[in-house]
């Protein structure tokens, strides 16, 4: 007899998806000195926004677009649009874009996202 299946709560409210094929192409490209992975820079900037244990950030197998000097990305509450991000692109740039907007230093005092600044 099968086992019982079981499900479990999580604190998630986001899941975003990084291709890791493009990522281990890319070699770093990210981050203040170009040496970080994408998904790392992503991480910490997830760290200081306070918003890491709402957004899982999962690194999958390829996604069938393969952009030069890029990584893509997906968002998976919008599966039908990926995200080409070029080597270079900051972390809360990525995260905005991605539909998780981040607080950014004085800014966060002020209630501000990347988004509000834009408009």
């Known amino acids: 007899m099968a086992e019982r299946m079981k499900s ?6 986001n899941i975003l998806l990084l291709c890791g094929k493009c ?4 070699d770093g490209g990210y981050g203040e000195d170009g040496g970080d ?3 790392s820079v992503m991480k910490t900037a997830l760290k200081e926004a306070g918003l890491k244990r709402q957004t899982r950030l999962i690194e999958t197998k ?6 030069k000097n890029a990584v893509i990305a ?3 509450s919008h599966p039908g649009r990926m995200l080409v991000i070029p080597k270079g ?4 740039v990525v995260l905005a874009r ?3 907007p981040v607080f950014l230093g004085e800014d966060a005092r ?6 509000d600044k834009a408009a």
């Open 74 to 76: 997906v968002n998976a």
């Open 8 to 13: 479990y709560r999580t604190n998630w409210t």
């Open 37 to 39: 992975t994408l998904r």
């Open 23 to 26: 990522a281990r192409k890319m």
């Open 89 to 92: 692109t900051e972390a809360n």
């Open 62 to 67: 390829c996604m069938g677009l393969c952009p």
């Open 110 to 115: 002020a209630g501000l996202t990347l988004e």
């Open 98 to 100: 991605l539909g998780q």
